[in-house]
């Protein structure tokens, strides 16, 4: 399903990486993110482009090869392999897009994972396993703060309805640490 020619595809979304990323630096200021299911890595590409270090990470092998920025890691993120072998921990995680295709029975490990690897959790639409999603997070003492999320839609509204950003601006969450 995501082959090459899905992957060219989604590189026309690279206009949208200095209007999402500048509004999540605006509002989140992270040093450090990791875009789990990154596609292409356009928005791995527009951290980087405002100084931000970041990473994508993606399953699919055409993810790495017609991507937008050497810096995708090839992997599984629902897998114990990825975070297994990373050392790393972010300042932010996000992951737009993607939560929705993910197993439920991945939902509370992932969601270990993320806990512990990082100190705030942005992602967008995850459908209709959205309320074990956040039992999962809550389990870990996490917690969800609109007012954030408030301030990077207001930061976004203008292309709100935008195909690339739509899902962006009204499915997301964020969330952290209580």
């Known amino acids: 399903m995501f082959d090459a020619q899905y992957m060219r595809k989604r590189n026309y979304l690279a206009w949208r990486a200095p209007i999402v990323c500048g509004a999540i630096k605006k509002v989140l200021n992270p040093q450090s993110v990791v875009d789990l299911g990154c596609a292409t890595g356009d928005l791995v590409k527009g951290f980087r482009e405002i100084g931000i270090t970041a990473w994508g990470v993606d399953s699919a092998p055409a993810a790495k090869l017609v991507g937008v920025t050497d810096k995708i890691i090839n992997s599984d993120f629902t897998e114990p392999e990825f975070w297994d072998s990373t050392s790393m921990n972010w300042d932010l995680v996000t992951c737009f897009e993607v939560l929705r295709f993910i ?74 640490p209580k």
């Not at 209709?128 to 839609?153: D, G, S, T």
């Open 103 to 176: 197993p439920i029975a991945k939902f509370e490990y992932l969601t270990d994972q993320i806990c512990s690897h990082s100190r705030q959790f942005l992602f967008g639409y995850v459908g209709e396993n959205l309320p074990k999603f956040e039992k999962a997070l809550e389990k870990n003492r996490w917690e969800r703060l609109p007012q954030y999320e408030f301030k990077i839609r207001f930061a976004i509204q203008d292309y709100k309805t935008k195909p690339a950003i739509k899902a962006i601006y009204n499915g997301m969450q964020y969330w952290k």
